[in-house]
């Protein structure tokens, strides 16, 4: 036996005890909800207490099988910089475990503080770690000791990973880069071809990565991130991190994870739970704000006009319209044989101090309620002394208040509003006058206005508009943090009701502003973030790209000049790779031929068309007798997916289907084929019967 062979066998050993742990953490929860039952509490405390055990042993039980650790860390004994560690060892995995609540951890979680040095100590600053080492398993290992099929050392103070030198790879020039030595089980992990939803990177996480996962909680950051560079791995890393680190106050004001469709938050649905964080809402903005059902569909002149940012002050105009200083008479109310009087001036003022306040529509309403018996109550207290609640209540319930209130600030909803804006050419000229153009407000005007905002089909813009207008009637529930992805396609409106809901959490904002498609999208980042209330986050770009090689990025970034924003050309640390562009007459044979191809590979094959050819394309692979999945199943060999939804998948192969169609098919279709010839993680086909939009 080999010094590496009796290495591995005692690392095998060790993840043999480490599953022995694990299955008696996850028993332990079990009984732990058991006898929480019979805990002394009163009825709420019991009850929150038996949430929580529940809660706990749901997730230990629904923890997916996979390897317990990818790396190891040993501290050097004489390094200062090791601090309390000194001499110490420590397994890295995505989850503590242990044999007692009080022993040391066998497996220390990936977020944990010692756990830092894993990703970022290299030969120029060691961290006090004398070696770390990473474990190679099989693909698609579930956790079988025996899968531990290799292992690297790389000692930070001496280099030379553990099994001998072999050929030259790109993984040179990806530890050069990174300034740590060559690591083949990281390049061979970070390059496995991809089939199924997306995997969670703990093992991977770059130095720069990892900064941006372990930022603050208070810490709002955006990350202007090329293709296969992992900014949506970050993300969900963070979103994991901070549930970890900062755990009662995030469970108390909640994560909310928001994606650009219900395709991609399939695809990413399996990271969070990997790292053992489950029940994290995951949503896209549409669905946040659903008050309605999505029953009509705007012109594209409506759409734009929509999601423009102009849209808050002419709603803001409109809904406090209603707002009606003067609106009633002096008010009288009766109170046993006596009447207290307000009169109309007093009325009046407290109306407009209350307006000049901006409060929420409806807290305004309160207040006017309030100030109106507030003097009221002055009055009685003059005349007879102190009052009770009993009396502040009566009165403030009494009838001719409420008539006052209702006249002066009524009750509305945001669709009453709505439906008035859009159906009445007056009331829209009114709350649109010097902020939206003649044309622009033609373009809004219902062309048949519902009998009553009860009837109303509305848009998905609509919806953006009711709540804006929801928020300005009553402040939405919040949350802690929110992880934005693909947040260059946001409208200046869509990003106002995530600031609504972030006005005391922070952000993470993720996205490529070359990849920007909607009429809306972004070209720069700090009226980005402004929308989004967070105009003095920082913004950090990754250019480096470890997934998408480095032959189909420079094919992409042939794009980049015309695409009209100020995005540096992105790079890739992998040489590996295959690119080949097809110039045929019959683009729908040849991608057919392209896909027949693929399928002698290893990994799954995405073919990505524009969505009008999709079912033409479709229909070429099945009379070939080649079985071809929509991009929602995401296990499947073979998916044709419309270019609309390929943003943020991944395919081992891709076959992009005629880029000119793609770039015809939209007004921003040139973002779009940056998006579609980024998807390749390994090899690009290229099918074309026309010029390639590159070559004028």
């Given at each position: 036996?080999?010094?590496?062979?009796?290495t591995?066998?005692?690392?095998?050993?060790?993840?043999?005890?480490?599953?022995?742990?694990?299955?008696?953490?996850?028993?332990g929860?079990?009984?732990?909800?058991?006898?929480?039952?019979?805990?002394?509490?009163?009825?709420?405390?019991?009850e929150?207490?038996?949430?929580?055990?529940?809660?706990?042993?749901?997730?230990?039980?629904?923890?997916?099988?996979?390897?317990?650790?990818?790396?190891?860390?040993?501290?050097?004994?004489?390094a200062?910089?090791?601090?309390?560690?000194?001499?110490?060892?420590?397994?890295?995995?995505?989850?503590?475990?242990?044999?007692?609540?009080?022993?040391?951890?066998?497996?220390?979680?990936?977020?944990?503080?010692?756990?830092?040095?894993?990703?970022?100590?290299?030969?120029?600053?060691?961290?006090?770690?004398?070696?770390?080492?990473?474990?190679?398993?099989?693909?698609?290992?579930?956790?079988?000791?025996?899968?531990?099929?290799?292992?690297?050392?790389?000692?930070?103070?001496?280099?030379?990973?553990?099994?001998?030198?072999?050929?030259?790879?790109?993984?040179?020039?990806?530890?050069?880069?990174?300034?740590?030595?060559?690591?083949?089980?990281?390049?061979?992990?970070?390059?496995?071809?991809?089939v199924?939803?997306?995997r969670?990177?703990?093992?991977?996480?770059?130095?720069?990565?990892?900064?941006?996962v372990?930022?603050?909680?208070?810490e709002t950051?955006c990350?202007?991130?090329?293709?296969?560079?992992?900014?949506?791995?970050?993300?969900?890393?963070?979103?994991?991190?901070?549930?970890?680190?900062?755990?009662?106050?995030?469970?108390?004001?909640?994560?909310?994870?928001?994606?650009?469709?219900?395709?991609?938050?399939?695809?990413?649905?399996?990271?969070?739970?990997?790292?053992?964080?489950?029940?994290?809402?995951?949503?896209?903005?549409?669905?946040?704000?659903?008050?309605?059902?999505?029953?009509?569909?705007?012109?594209?002149?409506?759409?734009?006009?929509?999601?423009?940012?102009?849209?808050?002050?002419?709603?803001?105009?409109?809904?406090?319209?209603?707002?009606?200083?003067?609106?009633?008479?002096?008010?009288?109310?009766?109170?046993?044989?006596?009447?207290?009087?307000?009169?109309?001036?007093?009325?009046?003022?407290?109306?407009?101090?209350?307006?000049?306040?901006?409060?929420?529509?409806?807290?305004?309403?309160?207040?006017?309620?309030?100030?109106?018996?507030?003097?009221?109550?002055?009055?009685?207290?003059?005349?007879?002394?102190?009052?009770?609640?009993?009396?502040?209540?009566?009165?403030?319930?009494?009838?001719?208040?409420?008539?006052?209130?209702?006249?002066?600030?009524?009750?509305?909803?945001?669709?009453?509003?709505?439906?008035?804006?859009?159906?009445?050419?007056?009331?829209?000229?009114?709350?649109?006058?010097?902020?939206?153009?003649?044309?622009?407000?033609?373009?809004?005007?219902?062309?048949?206005?519902?009998?009553?905002?009860?009837?109303?089909?509305?848009?998905?813009?609509?919806?953006?508009?009711?709540?804006?207008?929801?928020?300005?009637?009553?402040?939405?529930?919040?949350?802690?943090?929110?992880?934005?992805?693909?947040?260059q396609?946001?409208?200046?409106?869509?990003?106002?009701?995530?600031?609504?809901?972030?006005?005391?959490?922070?952000?993470?904002?993720?996205?490529?502003?070359?990849?920007?498609?909607?009429?809306?999208?972004?070209?720069?980042?700090?009226?980005?973030?402004?929308?989004?209330?967070?105009?003095?986050?920082?913004?950090?770009?990754?250019?480096?790209?470890?997934?998408?090689?480095?032959?189909?990025?420079?094919?992409?970034n042939?794009?980049?000049?015309?695409?009209?924003?100020?995005?540096?050309?992105?790079?890739?640390?992998?040489?590996?790779?295959?690119?080949?562009?097809?110039?045929?007459?019959?683009?729908?044979?040849?991608?057919?031929?392209?896909?027949?191809?693929?399928?002698?590979?290893?990994?799954?094959?995405?073919?990505?068309?524009?969505?009008?050819?999709?079912?033409?394309?479709?229909?070429?692979?099945?009379?070939?007798?080649?079985?071809?999945?929509?991009?929602?199943?995401?296990?499947?060999?073979?998916?044709?997916?419309?270019?609309?939804?390929?943003?943020?998948?991944?395919?081992?192969?891709?076959?992009?289907?005629?880029?000119?169609e793609?770039?015809?098919?939209?007004e921003?279709?040139?973002?779009?084929?940056?998006?579609?010839?980024?998807?390749?993680?390994?090899?690009?086909?290229?099918?074309c019967?026309?010029?390639?939009?590159?070559?004028?």
């Open positions: 036996m080999t010094p590496l062979d009796d591995l066998a005692q690392e095998r050993s060790y993840h043999d005890t480490c599953r022995a742990a694990l299955a008696a953490m996850v028993d929860a079990q009984e732990h909800v058991v006898t929480g039952e019979h805990v002394s509490a009163s009825g709420a405390d019991a929150v207490l038996g949430r929580q055990l529940r809660g706990r042993a749901k997730e230990m039980r629904e923890l997916p099988d996979a390897p317990l650790f990818f790396g190891r860390l040993d501290f050097d004994a004489r200062p910089e090791a601090g309390d560690h000194r001499g110490q060892r420590y397994h890295v995995g995505r989850l503590r475990i242990t044999e007692h609540p009080s022993a040391p951890p066998l497996v220390v979680d990936w977020r944990a503080p010692v756990s830092r040095a894993f990703y970022q100590a290299g030969t120029r600053d060691p961290q006090g770690v004398a070696v770390r080492r990473r474990f190679g398993w099989a693909p698609g290992s579930k956790g079988d000791s025996a899968d531990l099929t290799g292992l690297e050392d790389e000692h930070l103070t001496a280099a030379g990973p553990v099994g001998g030198p072999g050929p030259a790879d790109p993984a040179d020039d990806m530890a050069a880069a990174a300034g740590s030595p060559r690591s083949r089980i990281l390049t061979g992990e970070i390059e496995r071809p991809r199924g939803p997306m969670d990177i703990a093992a991977t996480i770059q130095p720069e990565q990892d900064d941006l372990r930022a603050a909680l208070a950051v990350v202007q991130g090329a293709p296969g560079t992992g900014k949506t791995a970050v993300g969900l890393h963070r979103a994991a991190y901070l549930l970890y680190t900062y755990q009662q106050r995030v469970q108390r004001s909640g994560l909310l994870i928001l994606g650009p469709n219900r395709t991609f938050l399939r695809y990413i649905a399996e990271v969070l739970p990997s790292l053992g964080e489950s029940g994290v809402r995951q949503s896209t903005v549409l669905d946040e704000i659903a008050r309605q059902p999505v029953r009509a569909a705007d012109t594209d002149a409506a759409a734009v006009v929509k999601h423009d940012a102009r849209m808050a002050e002419v709603l803001r105009r409109a809904l406090y319209a209603r707002v009606r200083p003067g609106g009633a008479d002096s008010l009288a109310v009766p109170d046993g044989s006596y009447r207290w009087r307000v009169p109309a001036a007093e009325l009046d003022r407290i109306v407009a101090g209350v307006r000049a306040e901006e409060p929420p529509y409806d807290t305004g309403r309160e207040r006017v309620r309030t100030r109106a018996v507030r003097h009221i109550q002055e009055q009685a207290e003059r005349r007879a002394g102190p009052v009770n609640n009993t009396w502040l209540q009566r009165i403030s319930r009494a009838r001719p208040v409420s008539a006052f209130v209702d006249a002066v600030w009524p009750k509305v909803r945001p669709e009453e509003v709505l439906a008035e804006l859009l159906g009445d050419a007056g009331a829209l000229a009114a709350a649109a006058a010097g902020i939206l153009t003649g044309a622009e407000q033609r373009a809004l005007l219902w062309a048949r206005p519902p009998r009553s905002y009860k009837s109303a089909k509305w848009s998905a813009a609509d919806l953006v508009l009711l709540d804006e207008l929801a928020g300005l009637v009553e402040r939405p529930a919040g949350y802690g943090h929110i992880v934005v992805d693909e947040a396609d946001l409208s200046p409106m869509e990003c106002r009701a995530i600031a609504r809901r972030a006005d005391f959490g922070s952000l993470t904002v993720l996205g490529d502003l070359a990849q920007g498609t909607t009429p809306w999208a972004a070209r720069a980042w700090p009226a980005q973030l402004a929308h989004l209330g967070k105009p003095d986050a920082a913004v950090t770009s990754l250019t480096t790209g470890f997934r998408v090689p480095q032959a189909i990025v420079a094919l992409a042939r794009l980049l000049a015309g695409l009209d924003v100020d995005v540096p050309p992105a790079r890739s640390l992998r040489g590996d790779g295959e690119l080949a562009v097809h110039r045929v007459p019959d683009v729908t044979a040849a991608a057919v031929d392209a896909v027949r191809g693929a399928l002698t590979r290893e990994g799954s094959v995405g073919v990505i068309a524009a969505d009008a050819a999709v079912e033409r394309v479709r229909a070429g692979l099945t009379a070939a007798g080649i079985a071809a999945a929509g991009p929602d199943e995401l296990g499947a060999r073979v998916a044709v997916v419309p270019a609309s939804v390929a943003k943020g998948l991944e395919y081992d192969h891709v076959v992009a289907v005629e880029p000119a793609i770039v015809a098919a939209e921003r279709g040139a973002h779009r084929l940056y998006v579609v010839l980024t998807r390749a993680v390994s090899r690009l086909d290229v099918v019967g026309r010029k390639l939009p590159w070559e004028g």
